[in-house]
């Protein structure tokens, strides 16, 4: 509400990933996730625009299984049903760009690595619909619908920015040292600030 002051501390991106230097190996890594069919179809949407090209893929399907399992589709096509955080991280890391939804999380990722994306939106999630036209507009990753998503798209990747800011890490304890001694907040007072929190930094990435 207007007039009400809340202290706000930035303590950067959250993110489990970090750019290294890795031979690369793959021209894009699909990501998959979303609540199915969704999951399913973009898969399959993915699988028939990579069939066209000559460009090696690696698709992470975001099925986590009791074992994991490789499968190959013609010659370009490499298939994971899961990968271990750092066996992504390390896959992303040689890749040339990432195709995934355009969720929050991913975002962060992408931001702290480094990356040039392709972003595809969970149809009918409008949170991830607005942050792929947001980053669209400032021409650092392009985006398609998932019905639409076609071959020429992925050509639009070479001239946005991608995410080539150096972002810096802060120090997490003292964040968490608002939460301690004789000035804690108030329970309704800290969730108000964890969620300004949140957008404010989200809105300060988008617009740098």
């Known amino acids: 509400k207007k007039g009400?002051?809340?202290?706000t501390k930035y303590i950067g991106l959250l993110s489990r990933?970090?750019?290294?230097?890795?031979?690369?190996?793959?021209?894009?890594?699909?990501?998959?996730?979303?609540?199915?069919?969704?999951?399913?179809?973009?898969?399959?949407?993915?699988?028939?625009?990579?069939?066209?090209?000559?460009?090696?893929?690696?698709?992470?399907?975001?099925?986590?299984e009791e074992e994991q399992k490789y499968s190959k589709i013609g010659n370009h096509i490499q298939v994971v049903n899961f990968l271990t955080s750092k066996e992504l991280e390390k896959a992303i890391n040689q890749s040339?760009?990432?195709i995934a939804r355009s969720g929050y999380t991913t975002i962060m990722d992408l931001?702290?690595?480094n990356k040039k994306a392709f972003f595809i939106p969970t149809p009918g999630q409008t949170e991830q619909?607005?942050?792929?036209?947001?980053?669209?507009?400032?021409?650092?990753?392009?985006?398609?619908?998932?019905d639409n998503f076609k071959v020429?798209?992925?050509?639009?990747?070479?001239v946005y920015s991608g995410f080539t800011e150096s972002y810096a890490y802060n120090d997490l304890s003292e964040f968490f040292g608002f939460f301690e001694g004789e000035g804690e907040l108030r329970?309704?007072?800290?969730?108000?600030?964890?969620i300004h929190l949140f957008f404010v930094r989200l809105n300060n990435m988008l617009h740098n």
């Open 4 to 7: 009400i002051k809340i202290t």
């Open 17 to 64: 990933m970090e750019a290294r230097d890795e031979v690369q190996k793959y021209n894009a890594i699909a990501i998959l996730s979303g609540p199915e069919p969704q999951r399913t179809l973009l898969e399959e949407r993915i699988t028939k625009v990579f069939k066209k090209i000559n460009g090696d893929l690696l698709i992470v399907q975001g099925k986590v």
């Open 96 to 98: 040339a760009f990432v």
């Open 111 to 113: 931001a702290a690595m």
């Open 129 to 146: 619909e607005y942050l792929a036209e947001s980053l669209k507009k400032q021409k650092i990753a392009p985006y398609a619908t998932q």
């Open 152 to 158: 020429k798209d992925l050509a639009k990747v070479k």
């Open 187 to 194: 329970t309704d007072t800290k969730f108000a600030f964890n």
